[in-house]
């Protein structure tokens, strides 16, 4: 299957013709050439077993969403000023898919463009620009969006947090403070939004927005204590702010029980944005909200965006809904993550080295620490053990402020078989890594 440039080449040519700065996985690139189910297959026909890719989330190049997309594109594809059944249909299906006040949708083409969106609408509905995040959140790619990443802005490159953005502590479980009673976490870390509304109080400014991933993934796969978005979700309202569940990563039934994952905390979001799983690697992305925040949106300026919501990527969008419900993915989902815990949390048990394991669904962690004691991250061990992995074929990420979190995100067709091989080579890997160290 070896063509077009090498490797070299087209790394060489990334960074004259392109942004030298546009990001690449491993030191040692690899070129895809197809993608099949979980499966990758490179330019020298080996097949990697994709466990990152957030994007293809019925596998790659799944045959339904390949027809639907060829049959439309065949047909008409046009924007949105001309009327079309498949944008209706397709706001019809996804608000279903929600809590019932959140029933009015928009498409777009990018998480980022949606998220961008949803900060349109906070200053419709609530007249402020203050917007409260967690630290180490990311939340894409425009200059607004940035200002709100700490990810991003505090990093090598950044600028700082600007004074419209207010940051709260990650609710890390794991790493919370010892003599913090375990039925109080979700409470002490709920105080830090209370302070950064107490210090936008004393400015004499309110939150416009609460912006959170529902289980914030950049910061490491951190599962939010039961009860913390509860809680803030009551703060910011009663401050005269919104709510925002940026589903982006951890959308689309990959929690397995729930659609969504705020459902998993009792909560429902003014706006929830996603992006990335939505059309299976078509651009496509949405934002659903109550119909008191469109209501203050519409405010006598029309909306218009050219791709969001075409005839086409509606007809995919309907393909990935279809699929998820006829193959029940989400049940998928839940018994394959449920199994790769146990078995991760069997791997626990034999090395030291694994702090803690968490997931739900198919949303999976695995923080490598020096000492369990001390939880000094294991930075190292982790970056080596992700591209041992990938040596023996298999994709994963690492994440986090300190970049110890081995982060799994399989595709939702995930087998058994797939979770076998999956666990193997983590075993091979681990037994590998740490013999050397
Ligand atoms: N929000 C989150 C949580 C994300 O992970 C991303 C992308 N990594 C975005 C928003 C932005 O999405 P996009 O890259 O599609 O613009």
């Known amino acids: 299957e070896q063509s077009g440039r090498s490797r070299s080449e087209i790394v060489a040519e990334r960074k004259s013709i392109l942004l030298p700065n546009l990001s690449i996985s491993y030191a040692e690139p690899i070129k895809f050439v197809r993608g099949e189910g979980a499966w990758l297959i490179d330019d020298r026909g080996r097949a990697y077993l994709d466990c990152f890719n957030n994007v293809c989330h019925l596998g790659h190049a799944h045959p339904d969403v390949v027809e639907a997309l ?16 498949n944008i209706v249909d397709y706001a019809e299906r996804l608000t279903a898919t929600l809590p019932s006040d959140l029933c009015v949708a928009t498409l777009a083409c990018s998480g980022s463009e949606a998220n961008s969106l949803m900060l349109r609408m906070m200053r419709a509905h609530t007249g402020r620009e203050e917007a409260i995040v967690l630290d180490w959140a990311y939340h894409g790619t425009t200059q607004e969006l940035i200002d709100l990443s700490p990810y991003k802005y505090k990093r090598k490159g950044g600028k700082g947090r600007k004074s419209h953005v207010y940051e709260a502590t990650i609710p890390d479980t794991y790493r919370a403070p010892a003599d913090w009673p375990a039925d109080k976490i979700a409470q002490r870390y709920a105080e830090s939004v209370a302070e950064q509304i107490a210090v936008m109080r004393r400015a004499g400014k309110g939150p416009g927005v609460f912006l959170a991933e529902s289980i ?12 913390y978005l509860r809680e803030v979700y009551a703060m910011v309202r009663a401050a005269g702010g919104i709510c925002a569940a940026d589903e982006v990563q951890v959308g689309f039934g990959r929690v397995g029980s729930h ?29 659903v909200t109550t119909r008191e925040v469109a209501a203050s949106f519409n405010n006598g300026m029309e909306y218009f965006n050219t791709f969001g919501g075409n005839p086409v990527s509606c007809a995919v969008g309907l393909a990935v809904l279809d699929v998820i419900g006829r193959d029940d993915l989400r049940g998928n989902a839940l018994s394959i993550g449920n199994y790769l815990l146990e078995r991760f949390r069997a791997m626990q048990a034999r090395y030291e080295v694994i702090g803690d394991v968490r997931g739900q669904g198919l949303f999976l962690g695995i923080e490598l620490v020096t000492d369990r004691k001390t939880k000094q991250p294991a930075t190292e061990i982790a970056r ?28 939702m067709i995930f087998s058994r078989a797939n979770a076998d091989l999956l666990i193997e080579v983590m075993e091979e890997t681990f037994a590998a890594v740490m013999a050397e160290v």
Request: aromatic share 6%.
């Open 384 to 411: 080596t053990i992700n591209n041992g992995a990938r040596e023996r074929g298999v994709l994963m990420g690492t994440e986090g402020p300190h970049d110890n979190v081995l982060k799994l995100r399989p595709p």
């Open 259 to 287: 659609w969504w994952a705020f459902e998993t905390q009792g909560v429902v979001p003014d706006i929830v944005t996603m992006g990335k799983p939505i059309g299976n690697g078509h651009p496509m992305a949405a934002v």
């Open 216 to 227: 914030p993934s950049v910061a490491g796969q951190v599962f939010l204590p039961e009860g």
């Open 70 to 85: 060829r049959k439309q594109a065949g047909i008409l594809n046009t924007n949105t000023r001309y009327l079309h059944d």
